[in-house]
């Protein structure tokens, strides 16, 4: 059942011109940034992460949100979730592969 609503999810942020992945419980968003709009619309897929978790009566776990810029965006932008703002970090790890910001190699983390 749970997969019935995180394929909803999926549909509902890319036809909001959002690349999605979902792994499990997992949703990771993805959005190139190439002006003040595009940061808006980050935000808006946010809000909507929100919304549709508040209407189906789930919890989001704010504290595993966060912000991983590769490259350069050249807007200073503070993007929230239940008005706590996100962190932005310079590695994130998915499928215990680490991503660096810059795209250099890294090991994997052992945690």
């Known amino acids: 059942m749970f997969l019935v609503y995180t394929n909803e999810l999926a549909k509902l942020l890319e036809s909001h ?4 992945k979902l792994f499990a419980y997992d949703v ?3 959005l190139e ?17 929100v919304e549709w978790a508040s209407t189906r009566q789930l919890q ?3 504290s595993k949100f966060n912000i991983l810029i590769i490259g350069h965006v050249p807007f200073d932008v503070k993007y929230s979730v239940y008005d706590s703002v996100l962190p932005y970090v310079t590695t994130s790890r998915d499928l215990g592969i680490v991503i ?3 795209l250099s190699p890294s090991s994997v ?3």
């Open 33 to 49: 940034i190439v002006n003040v709009s595009d940061t808006v619309m980050l935000q808006g897929a946010l809000d909507l992460i």
């Open 60 to 62: 989001l776990s704010v």
């Open 17 to 20: 011109g959002l690349i999605v």
């Open 28 to 30: 990771k968003v993805y």
């Open 100 to 102: 660096a910001q810059d």
């Open 109 to 111: 983390s052992p945690h």
